[in-house]
């Protein structure tokens, strides 16, 4: 069974612009789930997504949203980008939601200068 | 608000030791709390997820147990290989909704 694939892998954009990254899921999960990672911050919970809902939100500003389809594949945009957005961005997938096990993907690197 | 700590932040052991990691959480509503190892440059790969009920839970050479009243969580590797060199992360679903990441403990095997 195909893992969790994320484009781009890597992402360079200037301040101010906007970027979308996109997520497939392991066939079958409906939950899928964004993280941010950085040196500073480590690893943060940004939201999940069941079933094209929006069921659970970490402490982000309203910049980062999301959005999941009827096939489960789901998209994260970032708007207005600052330098602090440079991270590396997972998304994992799971069968039930948040509770289950989590299969992550292998992250978008993205770069804003 | 949860607060997850992994102590040491940086391991190295020779090839063949035994060795504990260590979770601790300031909260106990915890739905569950998941082990996960990533190596650089690459995504997360889960190891164990253990219940709140539970008290642990068994992989291969990999042991977890977790006691929630004390708000502690300790990953044990048995015989260590080179190939368990990467960084090892604990998080908790708190309260059924938000995940809690530690930073991590970098453990790197020598051979």
């Known amino acids: 069974k195909a893992g969790v694939t994320q484009t781009p892998r890597y992402l360079i954009k200037t301040r101010g612009q906007q970027v979308t990254l996109s997520c497939s899921p392991i066939s079958g999960h409906r939950s899928v789930s964004w993280y941010q990672q950085t040196p500073g911050q480590g690893l943060q919970f940004l939201f999940e997504y069941f079933s094209e809902t929006q069921r659970n939100k970490g402490n982000f500003p309203g910049r980062f949203s999301g959005r999941q389809f009827s096939n489960s594949r789901s998209e994260m945009n970032v708007s207005t980008l600052e330098l602090g957005d440079s991270a590396l961005y997972l998304c994992?997938?799971?069968?039930?939601?948040?509770?289950?096990?989590?299969?992550f993907g292998p992250g978008t690197r993205l770069t804003v200068l | 608000k949860q607060e997850v700590t992994q102590i040491p932040a940086a391991l190295s052991v020779p090839e063949g030791e035994n060795l504990v990691l260590n979770c601790s959480f300031t909260d106990s509503a915890i739905y569950n709390l998941q082990w996960f190892r990533q190596d650089p440059g690459k995504g997360l790969t889960s190891l164990l997820l253990?219940?709140?009920?539970?008290r642990e839970q068994t992989s291969g050479r990999l042991n977890a147990s977790l006691d929630k009243s004390s708000g502690r969580s300790t990953l044990y590797i048995a015989a260590s290989q080179p190939g368990d060199s990467a960084t090892y992360l604990c998080?908790?679903?708190?309260?059924?909704?938000?995940?809690?990441f530690g930073s991590g403990t970098k453990l790197n095997v020598k051979p």
């Open positions: 253990i219940q709140s009920s539970q």
């Open positions: 998080a908790v679903l708190h309260n059924f909704n938000k995940f809690y």
């Open positions: 994992a997938s799971s069968l039930g939601g948040i509770a289950d096990t989590q299969y």
